[in-house]
């Protein structure tokens, strides 16, 4: 009986990595700013899901306590990061180069513009304009009021706009998650715009 139930415990979590893996790992790039470092987050995260998959299979909003834990996670390596004077600069480093393609750096732009914001901000600013969930399951994932995510947004997206020196509109978060789901970076875009080696040096 007991292995009846973990058979099924097993082909549930399985269906459900398959199903949100992808989703957890661009959380994670567009939360760290780390796209070498996504999937290892997302796989932490699942992996800590598994060790309490009861409790996650039984809970009303399974992905929502996902997308927390990878907030968490997230929140965790940014911390870590900042006492290490080595990797701030990788973190917050920013490079002011366009490229020909106004749509793909454009998207960068806000992917760089979001790593500079605070992280419950940018974890609303993302949730909700990138991922396109409601004001209740950003609350949900991130274990916050509804009025925190309303104002969080809002002044997240201003200080965006004012990095940025434009309007920034949810369109131009999503494509930023879209650039993300490809691997765009800063520097595959330079790479593919040509040229872009010659010029640092």
Not at 54 to 65: E, L
């Amino acid at each position: 009986m007991g292995t009846v139930v973990d058979d099924t415990a097993s082909v549930e979590f399985h269906a459900f990595f398959e199903r949100h893996y992808a989703e957890l790992s661009r959380l994670a790039h567009l939360l760290t700013g780390e796209a070498d470092t996504a999937d290892d987050l997302a796989a932490d995260a699942l992996l800590a899901l598994w060790r309490r998959w009861d409790r996650v299979r039984a809970a009303d909003h399974p992905v929502a306590y996902a997308r927390g834990v990878v907030a968490n996670l997230a929140r965790t390596r940014i911390r870590s990061a900042v006492r290490e004077r080595r990797r701030i600069a990788l973190f917050w480093s920013q490079r002011e180069e366009r490229v020909e393609n106004p749509d793909v750096a454009g998207a960068v732009d806000v992917q760089e513009a979001l790593r500079r914001l605070p992280f419950r901000k940018r974890a609303c600013v993302v949730l909700r304009h990138a991922f396109d969930l409601s004001e209740k399951d950003t609350a949900l994932a991130l274990g916050v009021s509804v009025g925190t995510v309303k104002s969080q947004t809002s002044k997240g997206m201003a200080e965006l706009q004012r990095l940025l020196g434009t309007r920034v509109v949810p369109q131009r978060v999503h494509a930023a998650a879209v650039t993300a789901a490809r691997g765009d970076t800063a520097e595959g875009v330079r790479k593919r715009s040509g040229g872009a080696e010659g010029r640092d040096r």
